[in-house]
C-alpha cells in the first residue's frame, strides 16, 4: 500500500512539474521581466489617472467623487463611459477597489442628472451616450464587495438609464440603436468636421442640401456613441440595430435579473422575460442562417450588414449564442483573428479610412472575446488570442516603456490606422494587461 502510495505521489509531482514547465515556457525570461515591469508601472501609475473637480467648470462637468480618466497626462482627460469598463476591472485587480466604486457612483450621479450616462463628463457629450456598461461595472463592484446596501442604493439608477436606451433608442423591431440629441448646428459642425479624421475621399465640397448635412453629420454623432467611426454601419449608423449594443441590454436584463433575485423581489420574472423576448428578437433578425453568424441589421432596408466584426463576440460574451451558434463562430475564426489578435473588423475594400477597423485591435475587443470563447469551453482558443495580444502589449512595451491606445494586430507594433494621434494609454488598456497576465497565470 505504501509502494503505491508513494508511486501515485511521484506520477503527480511529475504531472505538476510538466504542467509548471509548459506554463514557463509561455514566456521567455525577457518577457516575465517585462510583464512583471508592467504590472508595477500601472500599479504605480493607477493614482496619476485621478481627477477630482467637484464643482463644473467651463466644459467640464464636475462629479462628486474622484474619478479615473484614460491617460495620465494630456488626451482624454475626462471620465470615458465604456473605457470606464476596463478601467475598473484592472483597478479591481490591483487592489484599489474603492476606485472602481467612485467612478460607478460618479456614473450614477450623471444618470440621476442627465437622464443617461453621458459620453465622457464634458458639456460637448451632452448629446450623447456610449456602449451602456453601467450595469457590468456595479456587477464587478459588488462581486469584489458583496455590498448590498451600496448595491440597493445604485439598482435604481441602472434601471433609469435602461429606461432611457429602451425610450430614446428603441426601433419598430423592438431592438434597439444608437441616436443622439444634438442640434442642427451641432450635426452641421459634424458634417464638415468628419473629414479630418476620415480622410481624402470625404468631400464636402460636392453641393448637397442643408437637410442632407443634416442627415449625415447626425448619423456620424450617432456613430460617436458605439464604437465611433467603423464601416459596420456605412455612415448610417442610425439605419441599425448593432449586435454589441443589444448583447449589452441583454445583460442588463440579466444582471437586474439578478439584482432583484438578491432583494427577494418579485420583479425578478420581469426581467427575465426582458431578456428572453431580446435574445429571441436577436435571433429574429440580427442572426444570419446562410452562414451561421450574427450581422448588426439595417432595420431601415431590412438586410444584414456586410462587415464582419469583432461585435460577433458579444453573442458569446452575453451567453447568448446557443453551442451550433457557438461552434460556428469559433470556426470562422480565421476571418478576425491575426498574428497578434483580433482584428476589429474583417479586411475588405473601403472608401474611407477608419481606425475601428482592420489592422487596428483594440484592448476591450480582445478581451471580451476571450471572455467570450472561454464561456463557451473554447479555452485554447481564448488563450492563444490573450497571448497573441499580451505578447504585442509586452514587445511595445520593451521598445517604448508605455501602453497604448490600440495595436496593430498584423505585426504587433503601435503604429495603427489613426485619425488623431495615438495616445499613450492607461484606461482599458491596462485593465487588460491585468486581466489577461491574471488569466495566463492559471496556464
Known amino acids: 500500500m505504501r ?27 525577457s518577457d516575465r521581466a517585462t510583464i512583471k515591469e508592467v504590472r508595477t508601472f500601472i500599479k504605480s501609475n493607477w ?39 476596463w478601467t475598473n476591472k484592472g483597478l479591481i485587480i490591483d487592489g484599489k477597489i474603492e476606485q472602481a466604486r467612485n467612478n460607478c457612483d460618479n456614473i450614477k450621479y450623471l444618470i440621476q442628472k442627465y437622464g443617461k450616462m453621458l459620453n465622457g463628463n464634458r458639456t460637448w457629450f451632452l448629446n450623447r451616450s456610449q456602449p451602456p456598461l453601467f450595469c457590468m461595472m456595479v456587477m464587478d463592484v459588488f462581486k469584489a464587495t458583496s455590498d448590498t446596501v451600496w ?31 444634438a442640434t442642427n448646428e451641432e450635426k452641421l459642425e459634424s458634417y464638415y468636421n468628419v473629414g479630418q479624421r476620415l480622410g481624402p475621399n470625404y468631400d464636402t465640397i460636392i453641393i448637397k442640401t442643408l437637410k442632407e448635412k ?37 445583460i442588463y436584463e440579466k444582471n437586474l435579473a439578478y439584482y432583484h433575485s438578491v432583494f427577494n423581489s418579485q420583479d425578478t420574472v420581469k ?49 447568448i449564442a446557443n453551442k451550433e451558434q457557438a461552434k460556428t463562430i469559433v470556426n470562422n475564426l480565421a476571418k478576425l483573428e491575426f498574428e497578434f489578435g483580433i482584428s476589429t473588423c474583417a479586411p475588405g475594400e473601403r472608401y474611407y479610412v477608419y481606425q475601428w477597423d482592420y489592422p487596428n485591435g483594440w484592448p476591450p475587443l480582445q478581451q471580451i472575446a476571450v471572455e467570450g470563447l472561454r464561456n463557451y469551453g473554447y479555452n485554447s482558443d481564448a488563450d492563444r488570442i490573450a497571448m497573441k495580444y499580451f505578447k504585442a502589449m509586452i514587445e511595445t512595451y520593451k521598445t517604448t516603456n508605455s501602453l497604448w491606445e490600440k495595436y496593430n494586430v498584423s505585426d504587433g507594433s503601435k503604429d495603427a490606422i489613426n485619425e488623431y494621434t495615438m495616445p499613450e494609454m492607461m484606461g482599458w488598456t491596462a485593465g487588460v494587461f491585468n486581466y489577461f497576465d491574471e488569466m495566463l497565470k492559471e496556464k
Open 151 to 181: 448595491l440597493k442604493k445604485i439598482v435604481p439608477a441602472i434601471e433609469k438609464e435602461y429606461f432611457f436606451w429602451t425610450t430614446e433608442r428603441i426601433t419598430s423591431n423592438g431592438l434597439n440603436r444608437q441616436f443622439n440629441s
Open 271 to 319: 426581467w427575465l422575460e426582458l431578456a428572453e423576448k431580446r435574445k429571441n428578437l436577436m435571433n429574429q433578425f440580427l442572426f444570419n442562417p446562410d452562414d451561421g453568424l450574427f450581422y448588426d441589421y439595417d432595420f431601415v432596408n431590412n438586410r444584414h450588414s456586410k462587415i464582419i466584426s469583432a461585435a460577433i463576440f458579444h453573442v458569446l460574451w452575453a451567453k
Open 214 to 250: 443634416l442627415e449625415i453629420g447626425s448619423h456620424f454623432i450617432s456613430e460617436c456613441e458605439t464604437w465611433d467611426y467603423n464601416p459596420r454601419f456605412g455612415n448610417r449608423c442610425e439605419n441599425f440595430n448593432p449586435l454589441d449594443l443589444n448583447c449589452y441590454l441583454y
Open 3 to 29: 509502494n503505491n502510495f508513494l508511486l501515485i505521489t511521484s506520477i503527480f509531482f511529475i504531472l505538476l512539474s510538466a504542467c509548471s514547465q509548459k506554463n514557463k515556457n509561455l514566456f521567455t525570461e
Open 47 to 85: 493614482d496619476l489617472t485621478i481627477r477630482y473637480h467637484p464643482k463644473d467648470s467651463a466644459t467640464l462637468i464636475g462629479l462628486p467623487k474622484p474619478y479615473t480618466v484614460p491617460c495620465i497626462a494630456e488626451t482624454f482627460q475626462e471620465m470615458y463611459y465604456w473605457d470606464t469598463y
